[in-house]
T-cell receptor, first 115, second 114 residues
């Protein structure tokens, strides 16, 4: 079974600064997908960014970018120019689809943006 | 508006009283799934469905049942709820089970079993 590890239960960042959230995963698959989801206090789950394992180029969505290191099985999220609205729980998730169509989540990182 | 609708948003019940949490999507999605979220544990998958009449267990299926008789609906059934099923539950759907189709989540159901 795949596992997803987020080693930082809580983090904080000053408004307008940059912060990086860590995620590592364990899999024997070669083709898979990785995601970062955001859960603000409203508890809605929002897809932030997605990375296909077969793509070497790191995904970017506006202020959000990832550092995907396939050999190291690492998938960190960088948030640039942090805004108060970025305050949320962030979940890293893994999907392989090989045999079992399950999305496996990490335990989450609670990010607080400080004004 | 394209959405996944869960009901109710909050539910307090007693041990052993059967309950159903409904989930409906209006996007003609094939894939639907249920997750529970607990502090410090993240989201864990309970059941998922690839299509009508096709369901499979996730990581934590014990104590839960599901059915997929219609494409749009995927109810979660707790036949005999227990306090350890107190949790925040999410239903989600996507066009297909592949990673290219983003998951759309409902707004969650906060269940308390006393």
């Amino acid at each position: 079974a795949q596992t997803v590890t987020q080693s930082q239960p809580e983090m904080s960042v000053q408004e307008a600064e940059t912060v990086t959230l860590s995620c590592t995963y364990d899999t024997s698959e070669n083709n898979y997908y990785l995601f970062w989801y955001k859960q603000p206090p409203s508890r809605q789950m929002i897809l932030v960014i997605r990375q296909e394992a077969y793509k070497q180029q790191n995904a970017t969505e506006n202020r959000f970018s990832v550092n995907f290191q396939k050999a190291a099985k690492s998938f960190s999220l960088k948030i640039s120019d942090s805004q108060l609205g970025d305050t949320a729980m962030y979940f890293c998730a893994f999907f392989s689809g090989a045999g079992s169509y399950q999305l496996t989540f990490g335990k989450g990182t609670k990010l607080s943006v400080i004004p | 508006e394209a959405q996944v609708t869960q009901n109710p948003r909050y539910l307090i019940t007693v041990t052993g009283k059967k309950l159903t949490v409904t989930c409906s999507q209006n996007m003609n999605h094939e894939y639907m799934s249920w997750y529970r979220q607990d502090p410090g544990l993240g989201l864990r998958q309970i059941y998922y469905s690839m299509n009508v009449e096709v369901t499979d267990k996730g990581d934590v299926p014990e104590g839960y049942k599901v059915s997929r008789k219609e494409k749009r609906n995927f109810p979660l059934i707790l036949e005999s709820p227990s306090p350890n099923q107190t949790s925040l539950y999410f239903c989600a759907s996507s066009l297909s089970a592949g990673g290219l189709s983003p998951l759309h989540f409902g707004n969650g159901t906060r269940l308390t079993v006393t």
